[in-house]
């Protein structure tokens, strides 16, 4: 596990698991057996097994008595719902659109993360339960944008809308691009989950 300066054992495996759970370095319902990574990490299993409990309840990773923990994976009803979920989370972010500022997105980054950048900008002067869910729901949808991609290969075009409405300062034409947006993917929730299934091991969200 890379060392980082100041960061306790257990914050630092956290940091880690995550970075290969959002990464796709695990596959969606991969059992993740905590002795393995504990190994693999070089530290002792109870900051492994802290950090997969503290991923539970991120929902990020699932568990189960009889199984143990496992990359959460949602049910086609349950991506949908994210997604809505999602849309909800950046309209409310609208209420304090005018403080905020523009969202800044990398235009050398995965789509995933330019998706994520334009719409937790939305959120920038929220207050801090916002700001936390707008978060958690980003890192909840990562794979499945990967997915988006795979499923429309000009998907980054899907954002432009969104981006034009922003600069211009309107709440009404961001709210309907925003709408539009999340209204595709609801609609497209079973295909973008039996995609998200079949991606590779290595090639989820790098």
Known sequence: ???????????????????????????????????????????????????????????????????????????????????RWRGELAELALANFAAAAQPMVNAAASYPDKAADLLAGLATAAHAELLHATRNADDRLRVARVAEAEIWPN???????????????????IRNALRKYHMRRCMN??????????????????
């Not at 079973?190 to 991606?199: E, G, H, N, Q, T």
């Open 1 to 83: 596990m890379a060392r980082t300066p100041d960061l306790p054992i257990p914050e630092r495996a956290y940091q880690e698991i995550k970075t290969r759970v959002l990464a796709g370095r695990f596959r969606l319902r991969q059992r993740l057996d905590a002795n393995a990574i504990a190994s693999d990490l070089g530290v002792s299993t109870t900051p492994v097994r802290e950090a997969l409990l503290r991923l539970t309840s991120e929902r990020l990773v699932s568990f189960r008595p009889s199984h143990g923990f496992a990359v959460a994976m949602w049910s086609e009803s349950g991506l949908r719902d994210l997604y």
């Open 189 to 206: 929730a079973k295909r973008i989950r039996d995609c998200a299934a079949l991606l590779g091991l290595s090639a989820n969200g790098a």
């Open 155 to 173: 998907v980054e075009q899907d954002l432009a809308p969104i981006s034009k409405a922003i600069l211009s300062g309107n709440i009404a034409p």
